[in-house]
């Protein structure tokens, strides 16, 4: 693929710095965005040594100012920006009844509302520049309905349902839509979860273990859906075979299986 311009927020650690490493390799200029300022300054030697003009910009998508920031200076460096990762989020982990109204808002605020800030402030320049493409980083939660997630999987879910909207609402300016929806993978987003459930810590680090992917298997696999100008990314096997079970089958029967493997 021919070299381009890419910003990934949460670019830091874990699967945007896992792209962010593949992108500098292939010559593409990069950009990585992260709350996590000591993080950020950390890394960005590294792939400073690969790509030159790699840079980091603090950046939390809560706040769209800093976003804002973020697009102002790639139009003045580069003079723009070609694929836009929407990849910064967190994890939720209770019960309805379990989970605070402030949990939800928390979560709502990055997970959701922090995609579409990116895709708000990246959209116009797109259109000034005739192309562009957003990756949104969902997850399979997004597609299944496993309990004891409920504000995480609600948020996943509507980051899927906003990028399938806006791949219809941006066709016709070239813009392109990725939403990925990969299962568990071994990254950092224990780290920040909110959980009210005991143990959960240890059972989510067993789940991330086990998975026979990793963070820079799905970024390869994100790379060439955006040279593929993909509509959906669903890395793990098991995941897409749950999902077509969801599909296709009674809604009894699923809940059945769903139940049974998570004895």
Not at 136 to 152: E, K, Q, R
Not at 186 to 203: A, C, H, P, V, Y
């Amino acid at each position: 693929m021919k070299p381009q311009r890419i910003f990934i927020t949460g670019g830091a650690s874990g699967l945007g710095f896992a792209l962010a490493q593949i992108c500098a390799k292939g010559g593409w200029r990069v950009c990585i965005g992260d709350r996590d300022i000591e993080r950020g300054e950390a890394v960005i030697g590294s792939l400073q040594k690969i790509q030159p003009q790699a840079m980091f910009m603090p950046c939390d998508v809560t706040r769209v100012s800093d976003l804002e920031q973020v697009a102002k200076t790639l139009e003045e460096k580069w003079g723009g920006v070609d694929v836009v990762v929407n990849n910064a989020g967190v994890a939720q982990v209770g019960q309805l009844t379990q989970t605070t109204l402030n949990d939800w808002q928390w979560i709502i605020d990055i997970n959701l509302l922090g995609v579409v800030r990116g895709c708000k402030v990246f959209t116009p320049m797109f259109k000034r520049q005739g192309h562009g493409h957003f990756i949104n980083v969902a997850s399979m939660a997004g597609l299944l309905d496993v309990p004891n997630m409920t504000a995480y999987n609600a948020t996943k879910a509507a980051v899927v349902s906003l990028s399938e909207t806006l791949q219809n609402e941006l066709k016709k300016d070239n813009i392109h839509v990725t939403v990925v929806c990969p299962s568990f993978f071994k990254t950092n987003l224990g780290q920040g979860m909110r959980t009210s459930i005991d143990g959960m810590e240890q059972k989510l680090d067993k789940l991330m273990r086990s998975s026979k992917l990793n963070a820079v298997d799905i970024a390869r696999l994100i790379m060439k859906a955006v040279e593929k100008k993909k509509s959906h990314v669903l890395p793990h096997r098991q995941g897409r075979m749950a999902w077509y079970m969801k599909r296709f089958l009674p809604r009894s029967w699923y809940q059945k299986l769903l139940y049974s493997r998570m004895k």
